[in-house]
């Protein structure tokens, strides 16, 4: 069974960064495409980016653009996402899991707030 472990979440000031890890495990890891979602309350989790399972193709949120990078050691079997400039708007529980998720179930998260 897939599980997914999200860590580096952390409070962090407007225009700071953060980098979060996630390990998976129960997937060929190195043929999956992979993606960061996050919540807030009141919101569906939505998409935030992806990207395949060889690194050549990413996507991104247009909010994030610029900001946000997705990368991948397959060896490690870890996706990451390094967050910079980050805004209060960026506050949120971050999750990572397949691309398309199917019904793969959602790790804990990583709490993400971003305030002065």
């Known amino acids: 069974q897939v599980q997914v472990v999200e860590s580096g979440g952390d409070l962090v000031q407007p225009g700071g960064s953060l980098r979060l890890s996630c390990t998976v495990s129960g997937i060929d890891f190195g043929d999956t495409n992979m993606a960061w979602y996050r919540q807030t309350p009141g919101k569906q989790r939505g998409l935030v980016a992806t990207?395949?399972?060889?690194?050549?193709?990413?996507t991104y949120l247009d909010s994030v653009k610029g900001r946000f990078t997705i990368f991948r050691d397959n060896a490690k079997g870890t996706v990451y996402l390094q967050m910079n400039s980050l805004k209060p708007e960026d506050t949120a529980v971050y999750y990572c899991n397949t691309d398309p998720r199917y019904t793969n179930p959602w790790g804990t998260g990583t709490l993400v707030t971003v305030s002065s």
């Open positions: 990207i395949n399972y060889d690194s050549r193709h990413r």
